[in-house]
T-cell receptor
Framework: DTGVSQDPRHKITKRGQNVTFRCDPI?????LYWYRQTLGQGPEFLTY????????KSRLLSDRFSAERPKGSFSTLEIQRTEQGDSAMYLC??????????????FGPGTRLTVL | GIQVEQSPPDLILQEGANSTLRCNFS?????LQWFHQNPWGQLINLFY???GTKQNGRLSATTVATERYSLLYISSSQTTDSGVYFC??????????FGSGTRLQVQP
């Protein structure tokens, strides 16, 4: 499978705990994005990496959220001191970033987070 | 930021019927994508179509960038077409802005 992969697929945690999600983009895609989707809504942008550099962060990304892409390959998204409002589907996407069609984004299966 | 509106919000069809989904956006865009979200939440790429017309089997899409809208046509619908269809655009930033989706239910 050469698509975007995410791990875990489901996470249930208690309020106040920390959680970390992983995303592996399509090989050689240099752009990586994190989005969040709540029930009945379209995905909303959280943050974006070009290689290892985090170039843009949404206002949705509070100081409890941190994302890394240390070697320009996989990325992690950590949520500290989770709140019930963090319950959502967290989606990762990647794009080639080069040449024609370089802006087309491809999405992973998502990590569904439930905070009790 | 850029606004994306999709219509209709909900659509129920009988198997075999045709349908047209619409996406309006508020500013010029560098990219427009149509996705189908299946019941498990996976976003499946349908079209990358910043302008012009493309076809893929029973699906086709047209984007008129100068008038700021895109249309997704589904012909001879099947029950497997059920799900949520999203339009998403890339404006001046690198991230996609999504509409609220059209929820399609195809009945046998």
């Amino acid at each position: 499978d050469t698509g975007v992969s995410q791990d875990p697929r489901h996470k249930i945690t208690k309020r106040g705990q920390n959680v970390t999600f992983r995303c592996d983009p399509i090989s050689e895609h240099n752009r990586l994005y994190w989005y969040r989707q709540t029930l009945g809504q379209g995905p909303e942008f959280l943050t974006y990496f070009q290689n290892e550099a985090q170039l843009e962060k949404s206002r949705l990304l509070s100081d409890r959220f941190s994302a890394e892409r240390p070697k320009g390959s996989f990325s992690t998204l950590e949520i500290q001191r989770t709140e019930q409002g963090d319950s959502a589907m967290y989606l990762c996407a990647s794009s080639p970033g080069l040449a024609e069609g370089g802006n087309e984004q491809f999405f992973g299966p998502g990590t569904r987070l439930t905070v009790l | 930021g850029i606004q994306v509106e999709q219509s209709p919000p909900d659509l129920i069809l009988q198997e075999g019927a045709n349908s047209t989904l619409r996406c309006n956006f508020s500013d010029s865009v560098n990219n427009l994508q149509w996705f189908h979200q299946n019941p498990w939440g996976q976003l499946i790429n349908l079209f990358y179509i910043p302008s012009g017309t493309k076809q893929n089997g029973r699906l086709s899409a047209t984007t008129v960038a100068t008038e700021r809208y895109s249309l997704l046509y589904i012909s001879s619908s099947q029950t497997t077409d059920s799900g949520v269809y999203f339009c998403a655009v890339l404006g001046g930033r690198r991230a996609l802005t999504f509409g609220s989706g059209t929820r399609l239910q195809v009945q046998p």
